[in-house]
């Protein structure tokens, strides 16, 4: 099983729609985890931390359950500036990943 | 504040030539990664720094060697550059102390033909 898994996409959704990803990861002992947001042709840049209780940014609302080592990002009223590959991240600290572990991204296109 | 500036920004080498990947941040941030990125790969971590002085192999560091050499910089050298080596690379900072995730640089673009 990989350390962070993501449905990889592409998620087209219409201006205006609310779309959630999700995301799991395999370690138990991880202790924080984010989602990060990369456009087209350029670097990754954090978008939000996920704290345990859930957290909310604007439009963009984030949930973590330890329980089930799952992880969910949601945007409401999506943008067309939204589109881009987003990715769950998950420090573990030990081993040789150095501590983030980055989940191969979902993609989302919003559409007209 | 120009936080995590990588040379060069594209590249395009010959297999068997040699090239080093610059990377500084002005954040003063301990720990700094490289990694690289291929289609339907992902993020792999090439080597990191957790501080200055110190380096570790990460997921992927055969064909490539590492140099830390102060607080600010940390280089990534391809020996002998193959056409699997063909990626774009990133380099990043962080402060383990605060738990903000990484910095990445805008990333290198490297053909190797």
Redo the contacts between chains.
């Keep these: 099983r990989k350390e962070v898994e993501q449905d990889p996409g592409p998620f087209n959704v219409p201006e205006g729609a609310t779309v959630a990803f999700n995301c799991t990861y395999s370690n138990s002992a991880s202790q924080s985890f984010f989602w990060y947001r990369q456009d087209c042709r350029k670097e990754p840049k954090l978008l939000m931390s996920v704290y345990s209780s859930g957290n909310e940014d604007g439009r963009f609302t984030a949930q973590l359950n330890r329980a089930s080592q799952y992880i969910s990002l949601l945007i409401r009223d999506s943008k067309l500036s939204d589109s881009a590959t987003y990715l769950c991240v998950v420090r573990s600290y030990g081993g040789s990943q150095g501590n983030l572990i980055f989940g191969k991204g979902t993609k989302l296109s919003v559409k007209p | 504040n120009a936080g995590v500036t990588q040379t060069p920004k594209f590249q395009v080498l010959k297999t068997g030539q040699s090239m080093t990947l610059q990377c500084a941040q002005d954040m003063n941030h301990n720990?700094m990664?490289w990694y690289r990125q291929d289609p339907?790969?992902?993020?792999r971590?090439i080597y990191?720094s957790?501080s200055e002085g110190t380096t570790?192999?990460?997921?992927v560091p055969n064909g490539y060697n590492v140099s830390r050499l102060n607080k600010r910089e940390f280089s990534l050298r391809l020996e002998s550059a193959a056409p699997s080596q063909t990626s774009v690379y990133?380099c990043a900072s962080?402060d383990?102390g605060r738990?903000?995730?990484?910095?990445?640089?805008?990333?290198t673009r490297l053909t190797v033909v």
Excluded: H
Aim: proline share 4%.
């Design positions: 720990s990664y339907g790969m992902g993020l971590l990191y957790a570790d192999k990460g997921e990133f962080s383990p738990d903000y995730g990484y910095t990445f640089g805008s990333g």
